[in-house]
């Protein structure tokens, strides 16, 4: 080959393979992934989600989170986490990888008895990636794993097995996209789903719907009704699926929203109708929505309730049921029954009833509402005459019971949902014919009827069913409760271990609602099933949520009793509102999500004397707090913190609390304030400090002392109200350079500026002349001026913000408040009409984001200022307590105002400007 023809060649080669990357990178890399096209046609559930931060944190405040680290699987996944966590050598890994990525998490039955999970993880970034392969290259280096790597229809499949289980994971990396299984078979069927991109995806029905983008919504779940019986045979015996095909023949498939807030987890969304012939949704077409009228015989016994609106109950009926002999009835029982059944309309349910043992056969029956009971009851007695049947019936109280002499009554009469009626027994009550499946089984809802332990009389209840849809085709209510025994008897003998380890997360929720409202043009092609799905328990919490006025935002709290504290604002990690911590009279301390509901309550032994303060150090994070004779460290679920409480002396009421800052310390220091001018240092493993027991000071204290942490060395800033300030270190002794005086009265606490020695450390005080004097830590006063004139009757107080950067000075003088700024300049005034202290609140969120709240004990009224001293709203705020909670949300440009109003607590949304 000569030299030239060589070199062409090469060349061509570089130009082709510099085509393919081009048109690799515009044609293909920059055609997004869509994750559903990637989904198994054989997947029962789809789980979409996306801020999986938010999700874990509306998991915890919903109480659900503890519920699911005690599932085995949960601990499974929890193990494998602290794996990844131990070999990357940081702390939430997963969750800080997932972050906001749209994840998608399906289930597939992958045997008679088995079912298995899919996860879709994208990978965003080149640092992503080498994650992703650290940590695959640690675990090969790791011998307990065995990492392998094989190739399947062109992908590349790696293998992490646990040596001695044969357990673990596969996955391969499609396009940036991970995907990922225990079980082996899931990832190949992607990989063979890939060979034939024209399939449809699984959610090609709900393209055009994306419930991630909407607010507040925490994952999205794609259901394919279909498969749900094949789901279910994985738990339950063979006998339950007859049933369960009928009732899931009303929809093919569907898809739900998924929000998690306080006492329930609503799912609302839509499903498309089966079209498949003799389902549940065909012989229901076009019959209107019925509301759920029989409560008033529904015993509080129920476990599970299938219940079906409609218009004539006789659509339900099959020519001839299939589970029925051609002959089991004459020619002239035949019409008698076509007449009862024409007698029955608007509603029919099936029912069944809990028992005292997985041992026993739930009782099983079948009701329906009739127009005309008389001529039910005539229908009833020619039925029975005409079958030999004895006349003789049972009382039940006010009701008689009578034997039907026809098998399977309920199958001809409402159809083949109604199945397992061998010997059924009849009842009515008022409008209601009520059949049994024995004499037994009615006899005990009769019982129930009778004593009225029904749900219209059930205040659970009757909450409960106002919660759901008013009306509906069709619904599924279960007590989980009640119907435990019941799944304990229809599970499979190898599932009934795993249904008792998680009793604790099945009767979370004791109350399920499973809803499908037919569309208002269902004639029209296309038309859709609204579906609600609602698990909740009963709201026996100490608030309830309530509105506001017609022209106010934001959200209300009413408490059984009166509050007391002032709104405390916690942060919370992903959330756009601050949680809120507030005491009601009965000293109960109560924790407010930011979705306004209330996850714990705490009975504390006396009221809140300090702030409280969230502590990220120490021996674990939580709430600090003190009450007169405690000091409390709650953790985020309310659950006291290791060692404590802390119990005080005898002899000690607690007025104050002061924390060390954070300084690397694994035991903060807690400085407590007691009865007159005596102070008590603890850390928070109990140790007490020696010269503190108590430090007693000659005069009575102006505010709570400072604690700074200095070059390493801790200094306690205590102000006496005669003007004396005193620097002490850890030991009790006192500082060179102190005391010294400021000249005049103290009433105020100080502003500090902390530095890295004790020359630059500085600390400002406003006295009771209207001086503001600065001092270093040395013991030398470095600043002395003049921000307002003062009078015998005035009195000054210093008021830092917030977050300790900025300060405002406010003078007090009759009845005028006035505010200053440092340098003297006036910010506003306000003459009020009553005498005392008017607490005064300055808050900053950065450039000319400034407000300021004067509080009116006396009327309850607080005044909230914007930046240029200007009244918000025009008009004070109701408040009963002295101090109120502001936030500032910058995404929205809104004012977040926190305030309790009696036993409300409220929030408001403010447009300041």
């Given at each position: ?34 994750p ?58 997963l ?14 039955v ?16 080149v ?43 596969t ?28 399939l ?89 929505a ?11 016994r ?6 079906l ?29 076509d ?5 029955l ?22 009701l ?10 005539t ?58 499946e ?6 005990l ?6 004593a ?29 409760r009640?119907s ?18 998680n009793?604790?997360?099945l009767q ?14 269902e004639g ?11 698990l ?25 009793t009166?509050?007391?504290?002032v709104?405390?604002?916690?942060p919370?990690?992903?959330a ?7 005491q ?21 032994p ?14 674990a ?15 985020d ?46 850390d ?10 108590p430090?007693?000071?000659e005069?009575g204290?102006?505010?709570p ?11 306690i ?27 005049a ?29 600065s001092?270093?830590?040395?013991g030398d006063?470095?600043?002395?001026t ?9 009195t ?24 200053f700024e ?35 004990p ?33 995404a ?16 408001t ?5």
């Amino acid at each position: 080959m000569s030299q030239k023809l060589l070199v062409f060649l090469i060349g061509l080669l570089l130009v082709s393979a510099l085509g393919s990357y081009v048109y690799y990178r515009r044609a293909v890399a920059r055609v997004p992934v869509d994750p559903w096209a990637l989904v198994p046609d054989d997947a029962v559930f789809v789980a979409a989600t996306r801020d999986h931060a938010t999700l874990v944190r509306h998991l915890k405040e919903t109480q659900i989170w503890d519920n699911l680290t005690a599932v085995r699987y949960f601990q499974q996944v929890e193990e494998h986490v602290t794996l990844v966590d131990s070999i990357t050598g940081t702390r939430n890994t997963l969750l800080r990888f997932l972050g906001t990525k749209k994840v998608l998490t399906s289930v597939h039955v992958t045997a008679p008895h088995t079912f298995d999970v899919l996860f879709q993880v994208p990978i965003g970034s080149v640092r992503e990636y080498r994650q992703v392969r650290t940590l695959v290259d640690g675990l090969g280096r790791d011998p307990r794993y065995q990492v392998g790597i094989r190739d399947y229809q062109g992908e590349q499949l790696t293998d992490i097995r646990e040596r001695a289980t044969g357990e673990g994971i596969t996955f391969f990396n499609y396009r940036n996209h991970l995907i990922v299984s225990a079980n082996a078979g899931l990832v190949e069927a992607v990989v063979q789903r890939l060979l034939h991109p024209s399939l449809p995806s699984v959610a090609a029905d709900f393209q055009s719907t994306d419930f991630l983008q909407l607010k507040d919504v925490d994952a999205t779940l794609l259901i394919n009704y279909r498969r749900i019986p094949q789901f279910l045979n994985v738990f339950f015996r063979a006998e339950a699926q007859p049933g369960v095909v009928a009732a899931t023949s009303l929809a093919r498939n569907g898809q739900f929203e998924l929000k998690l807030a306080g006492n329930k987890v609503v799912l609302n969304g839509f499903a498309n109708p089966e079209t498949a012939r003799g389902s549940l949704h065909q012989r229901l077409r076009l019959q209107p929505a019925q509301r759920l009228r029989m409560a008033e015989v529904l015993s509080l016994r129920t476990a599970i309730l299938v219940h079906l609106g409609l218009d004539r109950a006789q659509v339900l009926r099959a020519a001839r049921p299939a589970a029925l002999p051609a002959d089991s009835l004459g020619q002239q029982a035949a019409p008698l029954i076509d007449s009862l059944a024409a007698q029955l309309t608007e509603e029919a349910a099936l029912c069944y009833l809990a028992t005292p043992s997985a041992r026993i056969r739930p009782a099983k029956l079948a009701l329906a509402y009739c127009a005309a009971p008389v001529k039910v009851a005539t229908l009833l007695g020619q039925l029975r005459r005409l079958n030999g049947v004895s006349p003789a019936f049972e009382r039940v109280g006010p009701y008689q019971m009578y034997q039907t002499g026809v098998p399977e009554l309920p199958t001809r009469l409402l159809g083949s949902l109604f199945t397992g009626f061998s010997a059924p027994a009849v009842a009515q009550v008022g409008n209601y014919v009520v059949f049994g499946e024995d004499a037994a089984a009615l006899r005990l809802w009769l019982t129930d009827v009778a004593a009225g332990e029904v749900w219209s009389r059930s205040p659970t209840q009757v909450a409960f069913l106002q919660e759901t849809q008013p009306l509906a085709r069709m619904r599924v209510l279960i007590d989980t409760r009640n119907s435990w025994n019941v799944l304990l008897r229809a599970l499979v003998e190898d599932r009934r271990a795993g249904l008792l380890r998680n009793e604790t997360l099945l009767q979370r929720f004791p109350q399920i609602a499973l809803q499908f409202v037919p569309s208002a043009n269902e004639g029209e092609p296309g038309a859709q099933y609204f579906t609600q799905l609602v698990l909740r328990h009963p709201a026996i919490g100490p608030a309830v949520a309530k509105p506001q006025a017609a022209n106010g935002t934001g959200g209300a709290l009413a408490f059984k009793t009166q509050l007391t504290s002032v709104p405390f604002l916690v942060p919370v990690s992903g959330a756009r509102l601050p949680g809120v911590l507030v005491q009601d009279a009965q000293q109960a301390l109560h924790y407010v999500t930011p979705d306004n509901v209330v996850t714990w309550s705490d009975s504390l032994p006396g009221p809140l004397v300090s702030p409280i303060r969230r502590l990220t150090t120490g021996p674990a994070p939580g709430y600090l707090f003190a009450t007169p004779t405690q000091v409390h460290l709650l953790d985020d679920g309310g659950r006291p913190a290791p060692n404590f409480p802390l119990h005080l002396p005898d002899s000690v009421q607690a007025t104050s609390l002061t924390v060390s800052p954070g300084s690397g310390r694994t035991a903060p220091r807690l400085l407590v304030g007691g009865g007159g001018s005596n102070l008590f240092l603890f850390d928070t493993n109990g140790r007490a400090f020696p010269g503190w027991q108590p430090k007693r000071m000659e005069f009575g204290l102006a505010a709570p002392p400072h604690y700074l942490v200095v070059g390493g060395r801790d200094v306690i800033v205590v102000l006496l109200e005669n003007g004396y300030i005193y620097a002490y270190d850890e030991q009790g002794s006192v500082y060179p350079g102190f005391p010294i005086s400021v000249g005049a009265r103290l009433h105020s606490a100080g502003f500090v500026e902390n530095g890295a020695t004790l020359r630059r450390a500085r600390v400002t005080v406003v006295t009771q002349h209207g001086e503001r004097v600065s001092f270093n830590l040395s013991g030398d006063i470095v600043a002395r001026t003049r921000v307002a004139t003062w009078s015998r009757s005035s009195t000054f107080q210093l008021v830092p913000d917030q977050n300790q950067r900025g300060y405002v000075v406010a003078r007090e003088d009759g009845g005028r408040l006035t505010v200053f700024e440092p340098t003297g300049r006036q910010v506003l005034s306000q003459s009020f009409l009553t005498s005392g202290p008017k607490p005064v609140q300055y808050l900053s969120f950065g450039a000319a984001r400034s407000a300021y709240v004067l509080t009116e004990p006396g009327p309850h009224k607080a005044y909230i200022y914007d930046a240029r001293g200007r009244l918000v709203g025009g008009q004070p705020f109701d408040s009963s307590t002295a101090t109120v909670g502001l936030e500032y949300d910058a995404a929205t440009n809104t004012y977040h105002l926190y305030r309790v109003i009696g036993n409300e607590l409220r929030r408001t949304d403010l447009k300041m400007n």
